[in-house]
């Protein structure tokens, strides 16, 4: 795969702050092409040259963050059972820590909400496989209504995160996550 010019990427960070930032004040159907272009410093022709509309960005951000996403839990997938979560949930805090504004905009109250849903599916297919073979959960009711407590419990601890200022290092995180894990689980044994 052919890698960017460095002066795309940085045209492309420049788009993607200036709609988070406009995210975090007002909902996507409410931003525009010339407010990203304005805020970004480019032209709006040089938008068209990457994205068709706004909907076309969001979502092509979306993608790659789910491929990054998917790329680190593929890193970290336990063997034999005798892998922690700990590794994994430190990766996954210092990509959010990483991305955070555009986390914030992504997860905020001008989100969307398409997008938690679907990173919950994620969580569920390829992280909680995970946790299930760790803490050797049999019981596939009692794991759904874990899963799903988990999950958005999760959710908002890393929303409370980054919209806290993250104060508290991605290993700090990793380490509340990790216990509030294993010891939630302890109560399916």
């Not at 032209?43 to 963050?65: A, C, P, S, W």
Request: charged share 30%; proline share 3%.
């Amino acid at each position: 795969m052919p890698t960017e010019d460095r002066r795309v990427r940085k045209t492309k960070k420049a788009m993607t702050k200036a709609l988070a930032q406009l995210l975090l004040e007002k909902p996507l159907a409410s931003i525009s092409v010339r407010e990203i272009a304005e805020l970004a410093d480019i032209n709006r022709g040089t938008f068209y040259l990457h994205y068709h509309d706004v909907y076309d960005m969001v979502e092509k951000l979306q993608n790659e963050i789910f491929d990054q996403f998917n790329e680190i839990v593929d890193r970290y997938e336990p063997r034999d059972g005798t892998d922690e979560l700990f590794p994994l949930l430190v990766a996954q805090f210092q990509f959010l820590s990483e991305n955070a504004e555009l986390a914030k905009a992504l997860i905020g109250k001008n989100g969307d909400a398409a997008f938690v849903d679907k990173l919950k599916v994620i969580i569920r297919e390829k992280c909680f496989v995970n946790v299930k073979k760790i803490l050797k959960i049999k019981n596939e009711c009692e794991f759904d209504y874990f899963y799903h407590f988990i999950v958005s419990g999760c959710i908002g601890i890393c929303s409370a995160w980054l919209f806290g200022g993250r104060k508290e290092s991605p290993a700090e995180m990793a380490a509340l996550i990790e216990n509030l894990i294993v010891n939630g689980a302890a109560v399916l044994k």
